[in-house]
């Protein structure tokens, strides 16, 4: 692709991630992208098939520029505590963040998509945050900053805790507070007594 095309697909991506979060996934038709962007239904077309072709590009975009955005706030001679509080923090955001999020549109497009398990951007993403987490706990262990006798239980459990979360905080509604006294228990259990 060219210049001009990358730049039109990039358009059609970022206007459809704002209708996203807007509208949520079920809901968002191609007509609406095509409006939202003042190209030709046809001209949509020459990128993409589908809304489902389309938030799928959307999500995985979504989740490189988390991936840097994290990474970029990361001191290179960061403790382990300090890492994870920082990813707390950030996971915090995200949680009680009721606009300009993915998250509600993210929940109806699996439940609506049959998406096979090596092609599945969530799944991938928890599991490598188990991962990433599992080395930071072990790391802090190894050093003395935190206690834990079983890493990657612990890496799995932290990971569906803030899943839960996210997925109460877009359901029920929940108040920084509780989402405070969750992540503290998660820091909490972990920090080795001197």
């Known amino acids: 692709m060219g210049e001009k095309s990358n730049q039109k697909r990039q ?4 206007t459809a991630r704002r209708i996203f979060m807007e509208k949520g996934y079920k809901d968002v038709t191609m007509k609406d992208i095509v409006e939202a962007c003042g190209i030709s239904r ?3 077309y020459l990128y993409f098939s589908s809304t489902k072709e389309i938030f799928a590009e959307v999500l995985a975009m979504e989740s490189q520029e ?8 990361i001191p290179g001679d960061a403790a382990a505590s300090d890492i994870l509080a920082l990813f707390l923090k950030e996971q915090k955001k995200e949680i009680l963040r009721r606009k300009n999020s993915l998250t509600v549109a993210t929940y109806e497009y699996f439940f609506e998509n049959k998406v096979a398990r090596k092609e599945n951007i969530l799944r991938s993403r928890f599991e490598e945050a188990v991962a990433v987490m599992e080395k930071l706990i072990t790391d802090g262990v190894e050093n003395g900053e935190f206690y834990c006798e079983d890493p990657l239980g612990c890496a799995r459990n932290i990971m569906f805790v ?6 109460a905080a877009q359901t029920m509604g929940i108040s920084e507070k509780a989402v405070d006294s969750e992540l503290y228990y998660i820091m909490q259990g972990l920090v080795a007594e001197e």
Do not use: T
Request: proline residues 0%; negative net charge; without cysteine.
């Open 11 to 14: 358009l059609i991506l970022e």
């Open 42 to 44: 046809g001209g949509l």
């Open 66 to 73: 988390k991936d840097d955005v994290f990474s970029q706030g």
């Open 162 to 167: 803030l899943e839960g979360l996210r997925a």
